[in-house]
């Protein structure tokens, strides 16, 4: 199994980045995928997450209204828009995916490092 996220970079304080994540070697229409991110010096922590389906969405209050997750199964992807960023945004993204009504995130990707300039 691969999750190749993508799309990370630097961006000044109020501006936008899309991440994508393909993911690969699993039936990517059984898994509840998501976005971690982890700061330097600091735990990793969950951003979003998005069911099968697509119909619901969970969102870190640090980042509600500010972050959109979406789905596409049958490109196998996963998207994280990010507007209005932060310097507090500034994190390696992962991408991760849960197998439908397992409790526990199954896979990880490599992240994507996202910084935020002031």
């Known amino acids: 199994v691969q999750l190749q996220a993508s799309g990370g970079g630097l961006v000044q304080a109020g501006g936008s980045l899309r991440l994508s994540c393909e993911a690969s070697?699993?039936?990517?229409?059984?898994?509840?995928m998501g976005w971690f991110r982890q700061a330097s010096g600091k735990e990793r922590e969950f951003v979003t997450s998005?069911?099968?389906?697509?119909?619901?969405?969970s969102y870190a209050d640090s980042v509600k209204g500010r972050f959109t997750i979406w789905r596409d199964n049958a490109k196998k992807t996963v998207y994280l828009q990010m507007n209005s960023l932060k310097l507090e945004d500034t994190a390696l993204y992962y991408c991760?995916?849960?197998?439908?009504?397992?409790?526990?995130?199954?896979?990880w990707g490599q992240g994507t490092l996202v910084t935020v300039s002031s």
């Open positions: 991760v995916a849960k197998f439908r009504g397992g409790s526990t995130w199954n896979y």
């Open positions: 070697g699993l039936t990517f229409s059984n898994y509840v």
């Open positions: 998005i069911t099968l389906s697509g119909n619901y969405k």
